[in-house]
């Protein structure tokens, strides 16, 4: 099966940065999305990483190890406006690669 | 920028009532996909379609849901007869082709069933 875990909330400081933990199991790997969603509304695709490295898009930052099951979001500068739930998914190979499993998000707040 | 859109954006049925939601996908896109999400819960898959077939499903897609992809444009989601627990928002996401990964959400749809 499937399992993803990823902190329940977190908190940081307007303009500090913060990074965000995920660990997956899953037995096909086939790609990890990193989502934003705000209360209330749809999830807003922020990265997508299936390589190991570092993926960089301007304040954002998606880091991938598969070897360990671990990603990170990296999240600079912070604004008010980027506290929001994180999601991490994954998708499996084994499901026909089409199968996209959600963590349960991690809660950011962002204080000034 | 082309977008999913979904609709109605809030639908209120009774109990054992059948209710039908509609998507409409980025209109060169290839997958479909359906997730609810309960109040305070994780996203959760539905059931994903291409081809014009379910490609698969999870345990919540019971027998009391179907999709279906009626003209070259709309992507419904029907439940039969709505129970308590089937209240969630409801999001339809699609994807393009091979090589093209990333699923773009809709705006949902918040199903409350009384």
């Known amino acids: 099966g499937q399992n993803i875990d990823q902190p329940t909330e977190m908190t940081a400081t307007e303009g500090a940065i913060v990074q965000i933990n995920c660990t997956y199991q899953t037995s096909g790997f086939n790609g990890l999305f990193w989502y934003q969603q705000h209360a209330g509304e749809a999830p807003t695709f922020l990265s997508y990483?299936?390589?190991?490295g570092l993926e960089e898009k301007g304040r954002f930052s998606s880091f991938l190890s598969r070897s360990k099951g671990y990603s990170y979001l990296l999240l600079k500068e912070l604004q008010m406006k980027d506290s929001a739930s994180y999601l991490c998914?994954?998708?499996?190979?084994?499901?026909?690669?089409?199968?996209?499993?959600f963590g349960a998000g991690t809660r950011l707040f962002v204080k000034a | 920028e082309p977008e999913v859109t979904q609709t109605p954006s809030h639908q209120v049925t009774q109990m054992g009532q059948e209710v039908i939601l509609r998507c409409v996908p980025i209109s060169n896109h290839l997958y479909f996909y359906w997730y609810r999400q309960i109040l305070g819960q994780k996203v959760e898959f539905l059931v994903s379609f291409y081809n014009n077939e379910i490609s698969e499903k999870s345990e919540i897609f019971d027998d009391q849901f179907s999709v279906e992809r009626p003209d070259g444009s709309n992507f419904t989601l029907k439940i039969r007869s709505t129970k308590l627990e089937d209240s969630a928002m409801y999001f339809c996401?699609?994807?393009?082709?091979?090589?093209?990964?990333?699923?773009?959400f809709g705006p949902g749809t918040r199903l409350t069933v009384l």
């Open positions: 990483n299936v390589l190991d």
């Open positions: 998914a994954v998708r499996d190979i084994n499901t026909g690669g089409f199968k996209t499993i």
């Open positions: 996401a699609s994807r393009g082709g091979t090589g093209t990964d990333t699923q773009y």
